[in-house]
């Protein structure tokens, strides 16, 4: 890495205790009453002595301890739902969000206050940030199961109606029986602990955190901030002073997942382990997180768009756990860094080349602040150069005016990026549009599941269709259902999944198919022409518009008056089986199938399974399911006077 020249450092300050070395150090979460930073007088500074005991003293040896963490703490987040996780995690945001805030009040209120320099640490605060799209994501995409299906139930068998015992077949992701080690073997990285520690939360693992030496101060800071939270489970981390592959791994068991953030020799060490190569335990790496930004050599940015220059910064470098790489044309260098030294006090700006590792020190007992390298480039070629450097996954945002040179560009750098953004000032209207666009701007082109993914498992189940709804929470076509009150009166507190609606019977007549052909536009022959409609290949006459009959089953199962219903959001899989001539009669039978996770406004997501049926032989004609917003309570509650 070339020497810095002009740069604008954050140093953290050395905390007053001295971390025990070697393997004498652990640590985990326990049960007492929580610090309250509010409380906490100005001075002394809070002791992380009382927090530190050898194996032997408190924990016992390394084999005990990790049997701890793999069982007294999961079997609590397992027993919990994937919304009851998400909800959790929520929490715990909330609680290092207060002793965040909490801290900055009273540095206020006393600038000689010697306060928790953690609490400030803008890398410890871009790890927050990432815990809150993390918890936001999962609220809105976990179901409030145990378990997350892959994919519909299939029957074993080609034919036989459906019945509770039928064989079914689905595949299901959920919890695995193991823990989630996560070793750091360099400098911690806040935004990466705090993301590892996020994804085994919502997966239902607890985490055993294996620190080198320059990582434990900030290994054992972060799980006392956790502990003052009050929110996690007793026992859910652990932190070990062990990362290396013949201390750990011989530990560790069929179930368990190992995540690495290590340099590639040390890395090797894991891969070539007898129980990696014979897939006992599951290896990820868990390399830093990259944000690129090129500013393109036509750009030649006059006063007002160097504001949008800043900003594209700033929005990739808050979603960066390690570091920025803004790559600029050589003759704009100087100009690209002056502008960002005037804008980010916090961080590392420097004229360097990307740098593959964190520089990790003996005497760093935390992690230094997420940097920005202002890197130089003279052609796409060069670009292209500094781009394959970057280990993992590759985005790039691009600031450009002129389409041409994204032509050449998008060319020859598109086949070794992932994802490229293209931002110019003609799209730039403000703020939130220049955050939606950067990669990962608002978490919306992040999947959570694909995130989840390597701390699941997954399985295929083959049973009763009975037995199979019963596990995955999703109604399957033949299971018992239960009638009685309209589902569509039943709040969230009192709906099941199961819950039916016979609806009453309609007879589909001429005059409503051309009523709805005149109303909508769609005089397509087969509805309006009978001469026409019989030389069809398919149909003996006229026969109803396919979205008339949908249109007609909302009709007969919707219960008009105010209820927790609160909105249609849509259907999916609309499918028609059979056509409806004149004169056919027809019913609609509604069964609730998934409820969602409850979200901040007290209502969920319902999945109706809806099937359109002739009165006389029960032929299915039409299927789709509908989706619907439903209120946990009715009536609703009363709003605050204002």
Same mark, same amino acid.
């Given at each position: 890495?070339?020497?810095?020249?002009?740069?604008?450092?954050?140093?953290?300050?050395?905390?007053?205790?001295?971390?025990?070395?070697?393997?004498?150090?652990?640590?985990?979460?326990?049960?007492?009453?929580?610090?309250?930073?509010?409380?906490?007088?100005?001075?002394?500074?809070?002791?992380?002595?009382?927090?530190?005991?050898?194996?032997?003293?408190?924990?016992?040896?390394?084999?005990?301890?990790?049997?701890?963490?793999?069982?007294?703490?999961?079997?609590?987040?397992?027993?919990?739902? !994937?919304?009851?996780?998400?909800?959790?995690?929520?929490?715990?945001?909330?609680?290092?969000?207060?002793?965040?805030?909490?801290?900055?009040?009273?540095?206020?209120?006393?600038?000689?206050?010697?306060?928790?320099?953690?609490?400030?640490?803008?890398?410890?605060?871009?790890?927050?940030?990432?815990?809150?799209?993390?918890?936001?994501?999962?609220?809105?995409?976990?179901?409030?199961?145990?378990?997350?299906?892959?994919?519909?139930?299939?029957?074993?068998?080609?034919?036989?109606?459906?019945?509770?015992?039928?064989?079914?077949?689905?595949?299901?992701?959920?919890?695995?029986?193991?823990?989630?080690?996560?070793?750091?073997?360099?400098?911690?990285? !806040?935004?990466?602990?705090?993301?590892?520690?996020?994804?085994?939360?919502?997966?239902?693992?607890?985490?055993?955190?294996?620190?080198?030496?320059?990582?434990?101060?900030?290994?054992?800071?972060?799980?006392?901030?956790?502990?003052?939270?009050?929110?996690?489970?007793?026992?859910?981390?652990?932190?070990?002073?062990?990362?290396?592959?013949?201390?750990?791994?011989?530990?560790?068991?069929?179930?368990?997942?190992?995540?690495?953030?290590?340099?590639?020799?040390?890395?090797?060490?894991?891969?070539?382990?007898?129980?990696?190569?014979?897939?006992?335990?599951?290896?990820?790496?868990?390399?830093?997180?990259?944000?690129?930004?090129?500013?393109?050599?036509?750009?030649?940015?006059?006063?007002?768009?160097?504001?949008?220059?800043?900003?594209?910064?700033?929005?990739?470098?808050?979603?960066?756990?390690?570091?920025?790489?803004?790559?600029?044309?050589?003759?704009?260098?100087?100009?690209?860094?002056?502008?960002?030294?005037?804008?980010?006090?916090?961080?590392?700006?420097?004229?360097?080349?990307?740098?593959?590792?964190?520089?990790?020190?003996?005497?760093?007992?935390?992690?230094?602040?997420?940097?920005?390298?202002?890197?130089?480039?003279?052609?796409?070629?060069?670009?292209?150069?500094?781009?394959?450097?970057?280990?993992?996954?590759?985005?790039?945002?691009?600031?450009?005016?002129?389409?041409?040179? +994204?032509?050449? !560009?998008?060319?020859?750098? *598109?086949?070794?990026?992932?994802?490229?953004?293209?931002?110019?000032?003609?799209?730039?209207?403000?703020?939130?549009?220049?955050?939606?666009?950067?990669?990962?701007?608002?978490?919306?082109?992040?999947?959570? +599941?694909?995130?989840?993914?390597?701390?699941?498992?997954?399985?295929?189940?083959?049973?009763?269709?009975?037995?199979?709804?019963?596990?995955?929470?999703?109604?399957?076509?033949?299971?018992?259902?239960?009638?009685?009150?309209?589902?569509?009166?039943?709040?969230?507190?009192? +709906?099941?999944?199961?819950?039916? +609606?016979?609806?009453?019977?309609?007879?589909?007549?001429?005059?409503?198919?051309?009523?709805?052909?005149?109303?909508?536009?769609?005089?397509?022959?087969?509805?309006?022409?009978?001469?026409?409609?019989?030389?069809?290949?398919?149909?003996?006459?006229?026969? *109803?518009?396919?979205?008339?009959?949908?249109?007609?089953?909302?009709?007969?199962?919707?219960?008009?008056?105010?209820?927790?219903?609160?909105?249609?959001?849509?259907?999916?899989?609309?499918?028609?089986?059979?056509?409806?001539?004149?004169?056919?009669?027809?019913?609609?039978?509604?069964?609730?199938?998934?409820?969602?996770?409850?979200?901040?406004?007290?209502?969920?997501?319902?999945?109706?399974?809806?099937?359109?049926?002739?009165?006389?032989?029960?032929?299915?004609?039409?299927? !789709?399911?509908?989706?619907?917003?439903?209120?946990?309570?009715?009536?609703?509650?009363?709003?605050?006077?204002?």
């Amino acid at each position: 890495m070339a020497d810095t020249a002009e740069a604008k450092t954050l140093t953290p300050a050395g905390r007053a205790a001295t971390v025990p070395q070697g393997s004498q150090l652990a640590f985990a979460i326990q049960s007492g009453p929580p610090d309250d930073p509010i409380q906490r007088p100005a001075a002394p500074r809070p002791d992380l002595s009382a927090l530190r005991a050898p194996y032997n003293d408190r924990h016992g040896n390394l084999h005990q301890q990790i049997v701890q963490c793999r069982n007294a703490g999961a079997h609590v987040l397992r027993a919990q739902s !994937f919304a009851e996780r998400a909800r959790l995690l929520r929490d715990l945001h909330a609680g290092l969000t207060a002793l965040a805030e909490a801290e900055t009040a009273q540095c206020r209120a006393h600038p000689s206050h010697e306060g928790d320099t953690l609490l400030s640490d803008p890398g410890f605060l871009q790890g927050l940030s990432r815990m809150r799209r993390l918890a936001s994501m999962a609220l809105r995409s976990l179901p409030d199961q145990k378990m997350i299906v892959c994919d519909p139930a299939r029957p074993c068998d080609r034919g036989g109606p459906p019945c509770p015992d039928r064989q079914m077949r689905m595949r299901l992701k959920q919890p695995g029986s193991g823990l989630a080690a996560h070793v750091v073997a360099n400098a911690a990285s !806040f935004p990466n602990l705090l993301e590892r520690l996020s994804l085994a939360i919502l997966a239902g693992r607890s985490v055993l955190l294996c620190v080198s030496d320059t990582a434990q101060q900030a290994a054992l800071g972060l799980c006392r901030l956790l502990r003052a939270t009050g929110a996690l489970p007793d026992g859910v981390m652990h932190v070990v002073p062990v990362i290396e592959a013949e201390t750990l791994l011989p530990h560790l068991e069929r179930g368990d997942v190992v995540t690495l953030c290590a340099e590639p020799g040390h890395t090797a060490t894991f891969h070539a382990h007898p129980k990696v190569l014979e897939g006992s335990v599951r290896l990820g790496s868990c390399q830093a997180s990259y944000a690129a930004l090129l500013l393109a050599p036509e750009y030649d940015p006059d006063a007002p768009a160097w504001d949008l220059f800043l900003r594209a910064v700033q929005a990739l470098h808050r979603n960066a756990s390690f570091a920025t790489c803004v790559l600029v044309p050589k003759s704009l260098e100087e100009s690209a860094t002056d502008r960002l030294l005037t804008l980010f006090d916090e961080v590392t700006i420097s004229h360097a080349e990307l740098p593959t590792t964190r520089p990790s020190s003996a005497a760093s007992t935390r992690p230094g602040s997420p940097q920005i390298a202002v890197v130089p480039y003279t052609d796409t070629r060069s670009a292209l150069e500094i781009l394959r450097t970057f280990p993992g996954r590759r985005d790039l945002t691009v600031l450009s005016r002129q389409h041409g040179f +994204l032509g050449d !560009f998008l060319a020859t750098l *598109a086949p070794c990026l992932d994802q490229i953004s293209v931002v110019s000032p003609e799209m730039d209207t403000g703020a939130p549009e220049l955050a939606e666009a950067m990669p990962g701007g608002n978490g919306a082109d992040e999947n959570i +599941l694909s995130l989840l993914d390597f701390y699941l498992e997954e399985s295929e189940i083959t049973g009763p269709a009975t037995l199979l709804t019963e596990v995955s929470g999703t109604w399957i076509e033949g299971v018992p259902v239960r009638e009685g009150e309209h589902p569509f009166r039943k709040p969230l507190s009192r +709906l099941r999944v199961g819950d039916h +609606l016979r609806s009453a019977d309609r007879i589909v007549s001429a005059e409503d198919v051309e009523a709805f052909g005149h109303l909508t536009g769609d005089l397509f022959y087969a509805h309006m022409d009978e001469t026409a409609a019989r030389a069809h290949p398919f149909f003996d006459g006229r026969v *109803a518009h396919g979205q008339f009959i949908m249109a007609l089953a909302n009709g007969l199962f919707v219960d008009p008056e105010p209820g927790p219903v609160l909105a249609n959001l849509g259907a999916k899989d609309l499918r028609f089986h059979a056509p409806v001539y004149f004169g056919t009669s027809l019913y609609v039978t509604l069964t609730c199938c998934t409820i969602g996770p409850v979200g901040k406004g007290g209502s969920a997501e319902v999945q109706w399974a809806c099937q359109v049926r002739r009165s006389d032989d029960d032929t299915r004609v039409a299927q !789709f399911d509908l989706l619907t917003l439903v209120a946990a309570q009715w009536p609703l509650p009363a709003a605050p006077a204002v």
